[in-house]
């Protein structure tokens, strides 16, 4: 996977003037060798240009750390930190920042070695409040050497996140299909987020799809094909017109990345799509998210971007599923009920027709997608990757635009069960906490649409982190039994 940016932070230890310069110069050489000792050194850069005391020192700092390739910033404070020059470090470096802060060593020196930086913090976040500055602040930012070590590892998946979205391009192939509403949302806020987006049409696509036939890379990719499928392969009629499809894509990344680094696609399935091309693009589209380009289905804008989040922050595979089936009572009473913690409403079917990359499904085969094929010729709806989603942690979530172009969000985690659907689809069994109650006052009550970013494992916390980097002011989640959500009857 190489569509996301390498995170370098540049570590930089500030001094207030009187204060001893030797307390910021110590403890951050500790804090770099705890960092080293635990993580090694392939994510962080140690500044040694000088300890900022001034705005002098500060411009000095960020040269060093350009030259050094940092695409990243934790300003730590070593003692009570020069409030001006820190917050200016932050306003001139180009990227993400961080704050943390050096706890006291030890009872037996807190005369000459005490730092303060447990006060400094407070004036530190004072003054990037004044200046309109965003920088990630641990839940509690002051510790020792390992304890900061911790928190900068923490902060390596949310500055990733950062530097990708604003090197980011998401491509998409429209219109969206008629009876989507839900997936159409403003793209102002992808510009306040600093995304770039192209939007094509889909004859354009076809236009360059029909370009690539006989592409003398095809019987490649086809290989590559069989071999990921194996005894899966139930359709191999159409391989070859998926190979042709995925280079069709590829190509056009490569040639309309321009000067984004990253990309995204919104792509287009139906309705047209399946008589015009001749197959349904689900397969291709798990491919492509397998290597790391999320393509959401549907032309589902801010699908595509929160799986791209969750890809860069996962370092992982995701997949994007309609939330979209209650589970029968029957199954739940044969397969959930006292196997699993969960109550009935705590569980649903996440579904689509077959995007989601062979490698997080239990079994997989390659088949037609039967809801088309009930109005259309099978033949031209060959190219699903069907199969259950292999059971473990997963975290719902989705960065979405409202109609009237406000952004929110929302995270819940939980798992996939490991029951047998008996259903068609890339579909798995989930269990979210309260998820009747989530589903009702967060899903329904705040307008999100029925596509969800699915992660496979526990990232609510850096993912929340991110959102807030970002300025998403409303983050939704699955409130516990006994916290009211603002909508919630408590007399029900």
Same mark, same amino acid.
């Given at each position: ?246 280079? /069709? @894509? !590829? #190509? ?11 990309? +995204? =696609?919104? *792509? &287009? ?49 995701? /997949? @994007? !599923? #309609? ?11 044969? +397969? =959930?009920? *006292? &196997? ?66 406000? =952004? ?85």
């Amino acid at each position: 996977m190489n569509n996301m940016p390498k995170v370098k932070i540049g570590i930089v230890a500030v001094s207030r003037d009187c204060f001893p310069e030797s307390l910021s110069v110590n403890r951050r050489k500790a804090l770099v060798a705890a960092y080293a000792a635990k993580y090694g050194m392939d994510d962080i850069y140690e500044c040694p240009v000088c300890i900022v005391e001034s705005e002098i020192h500060m411009l000095q700092a960020v040269e060093d750390l350009k030259k050094a390739g940092c695409n990243a910033l934790c300003v730590y404070l070593g003692n009570f930190g020069p409030e001006i020059a820190e917050t200016l470090l932050v306003k001139h470096f180009d990227g993400p920042a961080m704050l943390c802060a050096a706890a006291e060593e030890s009872q037996n020196d807190l005369m000459d070695g005490r730092g303060d930086a447990y006060c400094g913090v407070l004036n530190a976040s004072y003054n990037l409040k004044l200046r309109n500055l965003k920088a990630y602040i641990p839940e509690y930012p002051v510790g020792t050497a390992e304890e900061c070590a911790d928190m900068i590892k923490e902060f390596v998946p949310i500055a990733r996140a950062i530097v990708a979205l604003h090197n980011l391009k998401i491509i998409s192939f429209g219109p969206r299909p008629l009876n989507f509403l839900a997936c159409n949302a403003p793209i102002k806020q992808l510009y306040n987020l600093g995304v770039e987006i192209e939007e094509n049409s889909e004859l354009d696509l076809f236009e360059a799809f029909n370009k690539h036939e006989g592409d003398e890379r095809i019987p490649a990719i086809v290989a590559e094909m069989e071999a990921e499928l194996g005894a899966g392969n139930k359709r191999p009629e159409v391989l070859a017109k998926l190979a042709q499809y995925e280079l /069709t @894509l !590829l #190509d056009w990344v490569e040639a309309h990345k321009g000067s984004r680094e990253y990309v +995204a =696609i919104a *792509g &287009k399935c139906w309705p047209a799509f399946q008589t015009q091309f001749k197959f349904v693009p689900c397969y291709v589209n798990s491919r492509l998210t397998a290597k790391g380009i999320p393509v959401s289905c549907e032309v589902d804008i801010y699908g595509a971007l929160s799986e791209f989040i969750g890809t860069v922050v996962s370092e992982d595979i995701v /997949t @994007l !599923l #309609d939330i979209n089936n209650s589970v029968p009572a029957d199954m739940y009473k044969e +397969a =959930i009920e *006292g &196997k699993f913690p969960y109550t009935h409403k705590d569980t649903f079917m996440g579904f689509h027709c077959g995007n989601t990359a062979s490698t997080k499904l239990a079994f997989c085969e390659m088949k037609y997608q039967k809801i088309m094929a009930r109005n259309l010729p099978i033949e031209c709806t060959n190219g699903t990757l069907e199969g259950d989603i292999a059971p473990g942690k997963i975290t719902f979530f989705r960065l979405q635009s409202t109609a009237d172009a406000q =952004i929110r969000a929302y995270i819940a985690e939980g798992e996939v069960l490991d029951v047998r659907t008996k259903s068609f689809g890339a579909i798995g069994v989930f269990a979210i906490p309260e998820m009747g109650r989530f589903y009702r006052h967060v899903l329904v009550e705040r307008n999100y649409p029925h596509h969800g970013a699915v992660a496979f494992g526990h990232f609510g916390k850096a993912l929340f982190e991110v959102f807030k980097y970002l300025g998403v002011e409303e983050v939704k989640f699955n409130q516990p039994k006994g916290m009211l959500y603002p909508t919630e009857n408590p007399f029900a």
